[in-house]
């Protein structure tokens, strides 16, 4: 029915197909068809509805020879048959038919080695901007002879019924990863698409020796390197997005023999109370040709309301990398320097910054913990203490185990420097102590990738035992020390060995050697 081959996924009847439009193309159909409506700085602004975030209770996994002994099964991998993933195909591609269909060829893996050629087929204009922002793209002469190898069918509009189709809600993600085929329903968030995609790369690629990691990465002009763990709202976009260093990636990569490299080719960035004096370079990115999500428009002006969260807190823009005025457009670095595990602690226990033996940077990679921030899923109204092993559990799909070693073995051979950043808060918990300033937080980051605290003589903290620094310049030393921050010191203390009993609790439960 036409040369891309979408009948061998069912599609037959599709009234057009457009293929790789250009972005002010794909603008003007989603305009069009008012899939959505620019704002007064020229990105194209939609409003996702009720699914606003990730639906990880509705996310499958093709159970059978080629994952049933690697994948870690459980709440966040949850198996069905291939029947089943037929059935629910076969439920999205007869929607789909007489539709007109947008479909993205690109990349996924900046190293030419391990790329991944990906196939992303969307029922709207506007996820297909996305779609185009965030892959790699390819150049005509890729397009010619293009072969995907791993592809996507995201259909929002249509819903599932949980009755009928044995799924959790009226949405559903489902992969097959020995066919590579993805399939999304019923919510148009864009990071239900990345994610997944994600997703299938870090069950892929340990069995080629590459580490991938849920991670930010930036350099400089001498290539001193780092990287950035940590889960939505603890910072990790906002601090790799540093106007004094070069942006490698926001949010995922491979760490290989020849260093690593960038899955993505664009930033899926959260803008909830976005300012310019705070972040000048993710501001400055959202443009023609970047798609908001979820963003309140002023009525008469057109203007972003970045603050304005009725919505979502969890509002969003996509944009290709290039928007950056300093990305390293090839996606790639050197072996790491220095890497920063970044939680927001909501229990204000956690130094704002403390250093780490390579024993503790495995504990605290599988540990994960975090308190999940309002609007980065739904039905978060105000932090939780959550555990998610490896900063990014529902991404990763062996047993976390397998990417522990990996990273304990990459930061050994590399002699890493391994700090953990708490992004959280200070001199109390959440609704007494007060967040930690931004600035204080680039100053120690800066400090760590600099390596400004080699001459600093550092303590080690009571509870977990991590070293704190005694000092660190533009940050006032009384701040490093959180039992200082605290008045009532006793109730600092019982905090902080709850907090600890929860961890060694959860590393305990999972039962891992470190």
């Not at 989603?30 to 409003?47: C, I, P, T």
């Not at 605290?364 to 555990?387: C, D, H, N, W």
Request: some cysteine; glycine content about 8%; hydrophobic content about 35%.
């Amino acid at each position: 029915m036409n040369n891309l081959n979408l009948d061998v996924l069912g599609i037959i009847n599709s009234t057009q197909i457009f293929r790789n439009l250009s972005p002010s193309k794909l603008v003007e159909i989603a305009l069009r068809k008012n899939e959505g409506e620019l704002a007064s700085n020229g990105a194209l602004v939609v409003n996702t509805g009720k699914y606003s975030g990730r639906s990880p209770n509705d996310r499958f996994i093709v159970d059978d020879d080629f994952t049933h002994e690697h994948i870690n099964w459980g709440k966040a991998n949850k198996g069905i048959t291939r029947e089943h993933f037929d059935y629910l195909q076969s439920l999205l591609v007869s929607y789909l038919q007489n539709k007109d269909l947008f479909v993205f060829d690109g990349y996924v893996g900046a190293d030419p080695k391990f790329r991944v050629p990906l196939r992303v087929i969307n029922e709207y204009a506007a996820q297909n901007l996305a779609s185009r922002n965030l892959f790699l793209r390819p150049t005509e002469k890729e397009l010619v002879d293009f072969k995907p190898e791993f592809q996507v069918i995201c259909a929002p509009g249509f819903k599932g019924i949980p009755e009928r189709d044995k799924v959790n809600s009226e949405a559903y993600i489902a992969l097959d990863l020995k066919r590579k085929i993805i399939i999304i329903a019923g919510s148009s968030y864009v990071g239900e698409i990345k994610k997944a995609v994600f997703s299938a790369m870090n069950y892929l690629l340990p069995f080629k020796d590459i580490f991938p990691m849920h991670c930010s990465a930036n350099t400089d002009e001498t290539g001193n390197t780092s990287l950035f763990f940590g889960l939505s709202g603890t910072g990790k976009t906002t601090l790799s997005a540093d106007i004094t260093r070069q942006l490698i990636g926001d949010d995922e990569h491979g760490w290989g023999e020849n260093g690593i490299f960038n899955f993505e080719g664009g930033c899926y960035a959260k803008t909830i109370n976005l300012k310019r004096e705070n972040e000048p370079q993710i501001f400055d990115a959202i443009k023609f040709g970047s798609l908001l999500e979820n963003v309140v428009l002023d009525d008469k002006t057109g203007d972003p309301d970045y603050t304005d969260y009725k919505y979502t807190q969890n509002t969003r823009s996509a944009y290709p990398i290039y928007f950056i005025p300093n990305a390293v457009l090839k996606g790639m670095g050197n072996h790491p320097n220095t890497v920063v595990f970044l939680t927001a602690d909501a229990f204000g226990v956690l130094p704002p910054i403390s250093r780490l033996t390579p024993e503790q940077a495995m504990y605290q990679f599988v540990l994960g913990y975090t308190s999940k921030l309002a609007g980065t899923e739904r039905g978060i109204v105000a932090p939780e203490m959550t555990f998610s092993m490896c900063f990014g559990a529902p991404f990763m799909m062996l047993h976390p185990q397998r990417y522990a070693e990996m990273l304990k073995a990459k930061i050994n051979k590399y002699n890493t420097t391994v700090y953990l950043l708490n992004t959280g808060w200070s001199g109390g918990p959440y609704g007494i102590g007060e967040r930690i300033s931004l600035k204080y937080t680039r100053a120690m980051v800066s400090a760590a990738i600099n390596k400004d605290f080699d001459n600093i003589e550092f303590v080690k903290e009571d509870f977990f035992g991590f070293f704190i620094p005694k000092e660190c310049p533009n940050v006032p030393s009384g701040i490093l020390s959180p039992m200082n921050t605290w008045e009532d010191k006793e109730a600092y203390k019982k905090q902080a060995k709850e907090l600890k009993e929860k961890c060694d609790k959860q590393i305990e439960s999972l039962q891992l050697k470190i």
